[in-house]
Every structure is written in structure tokens, then in C-alpha cells.
Nanobody
Framework: QVQLVESGGGLVQAGGSLRLSCLASTTIVTINVMAWYRQGPGKERELVAM???????NIADSVKGRFAISRDIGKNTVYLQMNSLKPEDTDIYYC???????????WGQGTQVTVSS
């Protein structure tokens, strides 16, 4: 099973930007779906963005127009570019890899994003 390591979280003012990175321990084009989720205290984990093996992307309505998912195949890394951040975007962001039925889902340790008003 793949190991995922997120980075790039932090504290930013409202309106600012952050880019999260998810480094996978295997070639990401072999993984059916890679995604970013987020979860805050007392809330369910929410899908933010996903990218499939062949590059198809989907972005949650709540962040559409502000967030974008991309990947660097050579670096085995998936990114989440977050622009025009709002305080309600404050959450822990998790990288996810799903290669079922072979294996998965796998999760990273999460990275905290805090947006101050």
C-alpha cells in the first residue's frame, strides 16, 4: 500500500493562498484516484478535489473557482492550490489514494490549514 505525506499547510489571512503537496511512495499514474479531503472538529470528512489516473478532475462546489488540483507525475506528487481562502476553509486537509480493488483507500497524516479573518 502507498504511503502519503502532505505538506504546505499553515496559517494565512483571508484572501490569501496556500499550496498543499502530497508526495506518494509509488508512481501516481498507477493509482486509480487521488484526492484531497478536509475535516474539522465535529464535522464529517469532506471531499474537496480529486484527480483520476487518466487526469480527469473534479472539484467540490464549495471550493470551485478557488481551489485547483494538479499533479506532477515525475515527482509522484499531487497538489491542491487554494486561492481566495476564507475562514470557513480552516480544517485539516488529508491526501487520499484509492486503488481498489487492488488496495486502498490510503490516507496521509493530514496538514492543518488555518485561515484568519
Amino acid at each position: 500500500q502507498v504511503q502519503l505525506v502532505e505538506s504546505g499547510g499553515g496559517l494565512v489571512q483571508a484572501g490569501g493562498s496556500l499550496r498543499l503537496s502530497c508526495l506518494a511512495s509509488t508512481t501516481i499514474v498507477t493509482i486509480n484516484v487521488m484526492a484531497w479531503y478536509r475535516q474539522g472538529p465535529g464535522k464529517e470528512r469532506e471531499l474537496v478535489a480529486m484527480i483520476t489516473r487518466n487526469g480527469w478532475k473534479n472539484i467540490a462546489d464549495s471550493v470551485k473557482g478557488r481551489f485547483a488540483i494538479s499533479r506532477d507525475i515525475g515527482k509522484n506528487t499531487v497538489y491542491l492550490q487554494m486561492n481566495s481562502l476564507k475562514p470557513e476553509d480552516t480544517d485539516i486537509y488529508y491526501c487520499n489514494a484509492d486503488n481498489r480493488p487492488t488496495w486502498g483507500p490510503a490516507w496521509g497524516q493530514g496538514t492543518q490549514v488555518t485561515v484568519s479573518s
